[in-house]
């Protein structure tokens, strides 16, 4: 994008000069660790390969001046979302800048984004391709062209993760034992993924009613703080939950890869707390889902987990098979956050308000009629009333004496 400088005195043809968009850069290869610290106005350096909606969601909220991507990102494999939602939300995005640029653009570093430039301290570092609308259409185009082999490979990474994990699915082995009672009661687990900030806010007074076992899925368990309650339970590898979360008190499930390392153990080890460990493949999401299900939660009901197709390939991994089975073992017990408020009603009705509002109007007056001082009120009031009624009487047309 190139714009016109026009300079003292000129009357003819200007120079063309880059249009320039900098800041200080924060620099990780995980997204979703880059945005707890990126701020208003700086450069986000990344590494995300098919950047998927939730993380662009997320650098959106962070309102940065430009996102660097060492990666493409929409790789063709399939139409996703994430490159639409940042430029739609006016951020500039130069993509495909290359791997070298995680290692030469420091932390705090000044950076700037000159059209398909980027610039360290003013000088030229790499070159990539800058995001417009029209470019961001035609790769998804392009991508929809190729989304039936995205399905096979989905279609065959359920069959690879069924032939594995067929024990625990199944029989529920391998789901290690907790403190935390979730038998004939209802769980919400929640996932700071798809709108969860707006279900968190219609599912109030479900929680405030039925008192869920709540279960934080890594970075859910500060969207569970965030919303005013505290989280029982947190499951997932943490790397995106905050100490605070950690330390709420809530029990502590790390999940780890299926030959038993546990990179999340090491980091709640020296914040001084126990946990328990849960190998698994898949996702944490998964985890905490046949949790509350071997533990005998009547309901599950999920706020900001997967539930389509496209969202299942928008996370662009092949982990997410694991998700797909996992909805179908845990059955009828699982309802989307959405359904949930769509469904549910308070148990107090309109009329039954209306009857206790009048239930406690007769006892007020009861009590009055039983005591001087109240008699003395009473026949104050109805002569009042009396007045009230004559007046009504006497203003309303071909009414009254």
């Known amino acids: 994008m190139l714009r016109r400088r026009r300079t003292r005195g000129e009357t003819a043809a200007t120079d063309l000069v880059p249009d320039v968009v900098g800041g200080t850069a924060r620099v990780d290869r995980r997204t979703k660790r880059l945005t707890k610290r990126l701020k208003a106005g700086e450069v986000a350096v990344i590494d995300h390969l098919d950047l998927d909606r939730v993380s662009a969601e997320a650098l959106v909220a962070c309102a940065p001046a430009a ?15 994430g490159p639409e939602i940042l430029v739609e939300a006016g951020i500039p995005v130069l993509d495909a800048v290359g791997e070298d640029v995680m290692t030469a653009v420091r932390e705090g570093a000044r ?69 935390t009672v979730l038998e004939g009661r209802h769980a919400l687990v929640v996932v700071r993924g798809y709108h969860y900030k707006d279900d968190l806010v219609t599912l109030r007074s479900y929680v405030r009613e039925y008192r869920p076992v709540l279960i934080g899925v890594d970075g859910g368990a500060d969207a569970i703080l965030e919303a005013g309650w505290k989280p029982d339970l947190i499951v997932g590898d943490m790397d995106s939950v905050s100490d605070a979360a950690l330390r709420s008190g809530a029990e502590i499930v790390v999940h780890a890869y299926r030959d038993g390392r546990a990179p999340g153990l090491e980091r709640v080890r020296q914040l001084g707390i126990d946990a328990v460990v849960f190998p698994a493949t898949g996702t944490s999401e998964d985890v905490a889902m046949l949790l509350a299900d071997d533990k005998g939660a009547t309901l599950i009901a999920a706020v900001g ?97």
Request: charge should be positive.
């Open 111 to 179: 950076v700037s984004v000159a059209d398909d430039r980027l610039l360290l301290d003013g000088v030229p570092l790499a070159t990539g391709r800058r995001l417009t609308a029209e470019a961001v259409a035609a790769d998804m185009e392009a991508a929809r062209a190729g989304l039936s082999l995205q399905l096979e490979a989905f279609a065959a990474n359920t069959m690879e993760f069924l032939r594995r994990e067929r024990d625990l699915l199944l029989d529920g082995v391998g789901v290690p034992d907790i403190r």
């Open 305 to 401: 987990t997967h539930v389509t197709l496209v969202e299942f390939l928008d996370k662009g991994r092949s982990g997410m098979a694991s998700t797909f089975l996992t909805r179908l073992r845990v059955g009828g017990k699982l309802v989307d956050a959405k359904g949930v408020s769509r469904l549910y009603r308070s148990r107090i009705s309109n009329r039954q308000v209306l009857l206790l509002l009048a239930a406690g109007v007769l006892a007020l007056v009861a009590a009055l009629a039983v005591t001087p001082t109240g008699q003395a009120i009473l026949a104050v009031t109805a002569a009042r009333l009396e007045d009230l009624w004559a007046l009504v009487l006497g203003i309303l047309p071909g009414v009254g004496p």
């Open 67 to 81: 996102v660097v991507n060492a990666s493409a990102s929409t790789s063709g494999r399939y139409p996703n979302l």
